[in-house]
């Protein structure tokens, strides 16, 4: 880099990488999460991302501190390797709120760091339905095709095959049989044959497609007239590209709607829920298998359909989703400033 008070904005306009005294924190998912690094002095020397994407680069070796951070789907391991090897003589800092090895990254910090309470600023509150008015029973949404998305949404239509059901789903021309077939057990290897009549229809026919409200609308039955949402997360895996548990906000619709939810999500995803003082439905569901291997994880989710198939205790249900929304709206930020506030003074008292 020629000149360090140059910014370097990501191609996707997602992210911001460049020296810290060029940020204005502009990025529209994570909000104002960053403002309080405006204490932080010497900001040219700071080299900053507020997001690390997948495509961000590793910058030039003339800063004297890097400060990254890791809310993405993935964590982009190949740059916090290459920067936890350009930090032997440098400061690096990443906050996160996902799980990193700190010991895999030996040279960098890694502090806790949550978000998910912007995403207040998409859904302001609203009344929603009592599960008792509603009429559907199950759905599950599929946006981007992916292997696990795929199989979680035919093995509901196969276990709970009622005509009241909600979902839609988005093929590819990428994404078709044979391409489904030859790669799912590298990455889910697990029994299919009772629903692959399923499958073949949704990577050939589609299914039920309500109209697109786009990713921030809950305007839709799935949430609406639900009384409870499978939630297909953007990640499954627990590999070392994707370290757990990743949560978006598919995961915050069911709760600003008021509807009960099963997360279809990557080991530990429950856990940091529950960290964050939400209501995990555990009083309905086992969820002991949160921490297992994804297989596991995999089988235990398809017995749980079965278990679910002809409904839940509404009263339980309604009781908890009540009080996950009211934690949301008004007690969330509480909660996480706690566990942020800390991470923030460490990071002041090094670098302000």
């Given at each position: 880099m020629s000149n360090i008070n140059s910014?370097?904005?990501?191609?996707?306009?997602?992210?911001?990488?460049?020296?810290?005294?060029?940020?204005?924190?502009?990025?529209?998912?994570?909000?104002?999460?960053?403002?309080?690094?405006?204490?932080?002095s010497n900001k040219d020397k700071v080299y900053f991302i507020d997001?690390?994407?997948?495509?961000?680069?590793?910058?030039?070796?003339?800063?004297?501190?890097?400060?990254?951070?890791?809310?993405?789907?993935?964590?982009?391991?190949k740059f916090l390797e290459q920067l936890n090897q350009r930090c032997t003589n440098s400061a690096g800092y990443v906050l996160t709120s996902i799980k990193l090895d700190p010991n895999k990254y030996g040279n960098l910090t890694i502090l806790p760091y949550e978000h998910l309470q912007q995403y207040k600023t998409f859904f302001p509150e609203a009344k929603y339905t009592p599960l008792s008015q509603r009429h559907n029973l199950h759905s599950i949404l599929t946006r981007r095709v992916d292997f696990h998305k795929t199989i979680f949404t035919a093995a509901l239509l196969n276990k709970c095959p009622t005509v009241d059901y909600s979902f839609c789903f988005f093929a590819s021309k990428h994404f078709d049989q044979e391409y489904f077939y030859?790669?799912?057990?590298?990455?889910?290897?697990i029994d299919i044959s009772?629903?692959?009549?399923?499958?073949?229809?949704?990577?050939?026919?589609g299914a039920k497609i309500y109209a697109d409200a786009?990713?921030?609308s809950i305007e839709i039955p799935a949430y609406q007239d639900t009384v409870l949402h499978w939630v297909n997360e953007a990640i499954f895996l627990s590999i070392d590209a994707n370290p757990t548990g990743y949560l978006t906000e598919k995961t915050i619709?069911?709760?600003?709607?008021?509807?009960?939810?099963?997360?279809?999500?990557?080991?530990?995803?429950?856990?940091?829920?529950?960290?964050?003082?939400?209501?995990?439905?555990?009083?309905?569901?086992?969820?002991d298998w949160d921490t297992a291997q994804d297989h596991e994880r995999a089988s235990s989710i398809l017995s749980l359909m079965d278990s679910c198939s002809q409904g839940i205790d509404l009263k339980i249900a309604q009781e908890i989703a009540d009080y996950n929304y009211n934690h949301f709206y008004n007690h969330l930020d509480q909660t996480v400033a706690v566990v942020n506030q800390q991470s923030q003074d460490l990071l002041l008292e090094n670098l302000a």
């Open positions: 910014p370097a904005f990501n191609v996707r306009e997602r992210t911001y990488c460049g020296p810290l005294s060029n940020y204005t924190f502009v990025n529209s998912e994570i909000g104002n999460l960053w403002e309080w690094v405006k204490a932080i997001n690390l994407w997948w495509d961000s680069v590793l910058p030039s070796d003339n800063y004297d501190c890097y400060v990254v951070g890791v809310f993405g789907e993935f964590a982009n391991t030859e790669n799912y057990k590298n990455y889910l290897n009772q629903f692959t009549g399923e499958i073949d229809q949704l990577l050939t026919q786009g990713q921030w619709k069911p709760i600003v709607s008021g509807t009960p939810f099963i997360l279809l999500s990557q080991k530990n995803s429950y856990a940091r829920l529950a960290r964050l003082g939400f209501d995990t439905y555990s009083q309905l569901f086992d969820l």
